[in-house]
């Protein structure tokens, strides 16, 4: 095709049909090309072909996934070997530009680019993991160092991968859907409140499953010290489909969540709830705690403000880049004592209503439409000019 037409045909690759971040921006993303008048169409290896966890405006597509085993680096490399198969047919390349959302989808389009299936693609780093298999880090360099234009949502991000790759990356961000995520009260607030055996609280909510990167050990322990200043305190741990291996850390958890004696029903795991119950999931809790110790930038928190639910996080890059003083409950991640303190005092007034004004204000700043404009400049110059 040639590159003369306004609409562009785009291709975003994600790494799952679940609910992790990079899989939420990927479908938002493409909603917003789709307003602008493009042809977005996300695809993700789908072993049920059940689809994506939520329905999209845009077009999505199921790519074939073989059978898998538990071992991660090769379930890595089978996925990639899906994506290459998938796309070695011509008629699933009639696209202007290859967008990655992840390693996986990147190393198979670098794979498809040095076969000269396509002449280029793009790759967003959310974030770059610190692998236990070097395998695994070698696979997202790869995908990264061949891709033809970078993508960052975070300047933390930026500034990283210039300083330990070389790499320029445009800064894109990411937004929250005002309309879907607010505070006003639903039906399904209380059907999932009885659903999830949740009492008159306050509701402490953790988004991201038990998973060390989300801290949930330190969030265990903060819990553990406001439980004992709010004797009905629930703590609710939303969410956990991943494709890494988080199962000693889980059973780390599982031992300090017997050694912390906390009455029965008192630590909630949901697992990964359907896309439909999360703005209620939000407007149930009290204070969503997100001391993460590492983000690509955290669009959990923007979903809770939105939600008039104010937060606790990590004093830390990328949060500090578009969170102010008096925006949310800063904590130090690596004390528990200072998560308990931030959620205490995230709890209490007067605080507490300058963190959800301040919230919603930052929440009506991030609107995805300003993410999709950020991409069009590298859309435009990397589109290709004719398919293989």
């Known amino acids: 095709m040639s590159g003369g037409s306004s609409q562009l045909r785009i291709a975003i690759l994600t790494h799952s049909i679940n609910p992790r971040g990079g899989v939420v921006h990927a479908l938002a993303l493409a909603d917003a090309l789709a307003h602008l008048g493009h042809r977005p169409v996300v695809h993700a290896p789908d ?58 989808s990147g190393n198979a389009l670098a794979t498809l680019k040095q076969r000269g299936l396509i002449q280029r693609y ?134 300090r969540l017997r050694e912390a004696g906390l009455p029965v029903d008192t630590v909630i795991e949901t697992g990964p709830l359907p896309d439909a119950d999360m703005p209620s999931l939000f407007r149930l809790a009290d204070v969503l705690l997100f001391p993460s110790l590492r983000e690509g930038f955290g669009l959990t928190v923007l979903e809770a403000m939105a939600s008039g639910v104010p937060a606790v996080v ?33 709890l209490a007034e007067p605080l507490r209503s300058r963190l959800i004004a301040n919230g919603a204000r930052v929440a009506r700043h991030h609107d995805w439409s300003r993410t999709a404009m950020a991409h069009m400049a590298t859309y435009l110059e990397m589109r290709e000019v004719h398919y293989a």
């Open 314 to 346: 990590s004093h830390i890059a990328p949060f500090t880049e578009y969170l102010g003083s008096d925006d949310v409950a800063w904590c130090d991640p690596h004390h528990a004592g200072s998560i308990a303190d931030a959620t205490l005092s995230a």
């Open 122 to 255: 793009l790759r967003t780093v959310h974030h770059i993991d610190a692998f236990a298999d070097e395998r695994l880090g070698e696979f997202d360099r790869r995908s990264i160092v061949h891709a033809d234009g970078l993508f960052v949502v975070s300047r933390f991000w930026q500034d990283q991968l210039k300083t330990e790759l070389s790499r320029s990356a445009v800064l894109v961000g990411n937004g929250v859907d005002t309309a879907r995520y607010s505070a006003a009260p639903a039906s399904a607030d209380r059907v999932l409140t009885a659903r999830l055996g949740l009492r008159e609280g306050p509701i402490l909510l953790s988004i991201g499953g038990v998973e060390q990167r989300k801290n949930t050990l330190g969030i265990l322990e903060a819990f553990r010290q406001v439980h004992a200043v709010h004797r009905s305190a629930q703590l609710v741990i939303a969410g956990g489909a991943s494709l890494l291996d988080h199962g000693l850390y889980r059973q780390q958890f599982n031992s």
């Open 47 to 104: 072993p049920a072909g059940k689809g994506f966890f939520r329905r999209s405006v845009a077009a999505t597509r199921s790519v074939p996934a073989s059978p898998v085993t538990d071992n991660i680096v090769a379930m890595v490399e089978t996925r990639i070997a899906d994506y290459v198969r998938y796309f070695d047919d011509p008629a699933h390349r009639q696209f202007d530009v290859f967008h990655a959302q992840d390693g996986i």
